[in-house]
């Protein structure tokens, strides 16, 4: 096809390929969660629906886009990590990006539904996203840690936060004063003195997130088949192995989660 003189302007695009051999993340995060939380009437500090909801997206951006081998999510967060030797659109940060930021926002609207049935979704809701570049093992996993270490800080914060208000009757102003300068002992002592909720006791989900991995499963499928020299049809169970996006919310700042999935990471070498 001949070219047309307007073809020049191609030249301005620039070129934004990832390193290779490095994990690409992209993290997404709810624009202006605060007030849409506030809007849709989520439960504080934590809501299921909204968590569920965020995980289904999730788990969307996995199904539907090629090689993202683990993905961690939190609050209104999610990051998703490639392969390091991914070539899926040829690196480019930002088809990568724009693709994993609009195939969840698309699919959280599309399942509102499925987790909030009463509540109408009142306007679209948007997600920024950003893309980071981990050269080793050691970087992405202090990069994982990094977020489920935020997901604990903020999750002990809030829970005291609004125990503080929602039993034990303190507005928010004395909520927040009675936190200032407190740690993480100390939130716990709260917790339990006063309240008799022992932290270590709340669900996996709020403590420690939620990560999502690729993993066989077998599945039993019924099938129809016919017999040889009969007339009717005989109805068999077959076991299928299966690869899955399954969620665990479970610790991955230490090695154990890391030593009972190998296949996760790529060697460093
Ligand atoms: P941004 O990200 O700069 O556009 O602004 P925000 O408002 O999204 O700020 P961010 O991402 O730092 O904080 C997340 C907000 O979302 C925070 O205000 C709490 C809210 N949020 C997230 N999950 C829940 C939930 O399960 N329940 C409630 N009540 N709020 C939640
Ligand atoms: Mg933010
Ligand atoms: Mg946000
Ligand atoms: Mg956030
Ligand atoms: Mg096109």
């Not at 299928?240 to 996760?264: L, N, T, Y």
Request: charged share 30%; hydrophobic share 35%; net charge neutral.
């Amino acid at each position: 096809m001949a070219k047309s003189k307007f073809e020049y302007v191609r030249q301005f695009e620039t070129d934004d390929t990832c390193l290779r051999n490095c994990y690409i993340v992209v993290r997404l995060d709810g624009r202006n969660f605060h007030k849409f939380s506030e809007k849709h009437n989520f439960a504080k500090p934590n809501d299921n629906r909204a968590l569920g909801l965020m995980t289904r997206s999730a788990q969307s951006v996995m199904e539907e886009l090629e090689d993202v081998v683990i993905a961690y999510g939190q609050s209104d967060e999610f990051s998703f990590v490639f392969k390091r030797t991914s070539t899926w659109f040829k690196r480019r940060a930002s088809k990568l990006m724009t693709h994993v930021a609009s195939q969840f926002s698309s699919s959280y609207v599309f399942y509102w539904k499925e987790y909030f049935a009463e509540q109408p979704l009142l306007y679209p809701p948007g997600f920024d996203g950003r893309v980071v570049l981990y050269p080793s093992n050691r970087n992405l996993r202090d990069y994982l840690s990094w977020r489920q270490a935020d997901c604990h800080v903020n999750n002990l914060y809030n829970t005291s936060f609004w125990t503080l208000i929602q039993k034990g009757g303190l507005t928010t102003i004395q909520a927040e004063e009675r936190l200032k300068g407190t740690l993480a002992a100390d939130k716990n002592e709260i917790l339990f003195s006063d309240f008799d909720i022992n932290y270590n006791n709340e669900p996996m989900l709020l403590r420690k997130g939620t990560t999502l991995i690729w993993e066989k499963r077998d599945e039993a499928v019924t099938k129809m088949v016919k017999l040889p020299n009969a007339e009717e049809q005989k109805e068999i169970t077959v076991t299928r192995s299966r690869k899955r996006v399954c969620p665990h919310h479970c610790d991955i700042i230490g090695d154990q989660f890391w030593e009972e999935h190998p296949d996760i990471l790529e060697r460093d070498d």
